[in-house]
């Protein structure tokens, strides 16, 4: 860390360059149920913005399963994604509220707007 004029401390990343990415980029995504903010459609637009890619089935590949409002009870993929996660694999299971959550957040950090003007 290091000071700046104002005497206020600067936390500096080690590559300026380096960007935080958004937590869907790269990542594999599954709609279950139908959302009640927006088509599905509109959601997977979102989606493939923020970097994510989009699947029509849950896999081992599978990061996330998003879980529309709109749902009666465990979709199948529900289930298969818990069955998953019980044999060890990684993926994350998010209600829609969290889904907009998340894609209401910057695409990316980017230090060049924390700098003096």
């Given at each position: 860390m290091s000071k700046n004029k104002d005497n206020t401390e600067v936390i500096l990343l080690s590559d300026p360059s380096e960007q935080l990415m958004h937590p869907f980029y790269n990542k594999q995504i599954v709609f279950t149920g139908a959302l009640s903010t927006m088509t599905r459609s509109e959601a997977a637009k979102k989606v493939r913005a923020y970097?994510?890619?989009?699947?029509?089935?849950?896999?081992?590949?599978?990061?996330f399963v998003i879980l529309g409002k709109k749902r009666r009870s465990k979709s199948?993929?529900?289930?298969?994604?818990?069955?998953?996660?019980s044999l060890g694999l990684d993926i994350q299971i998010i209600a829609e509220d969290d889904f907009i959550w998340l894609i209401s957040m910057q695409k990316e950090y980017q230090p060049s707007s924390f700098k003096d003007s």
């Open positions: 970097g994510g890619i989009m699947q029509g089935a849950v896999t081992k590949e599978t990061d199948t993929k529900q289930l298969k994604a818990e069955q998953l996660i």
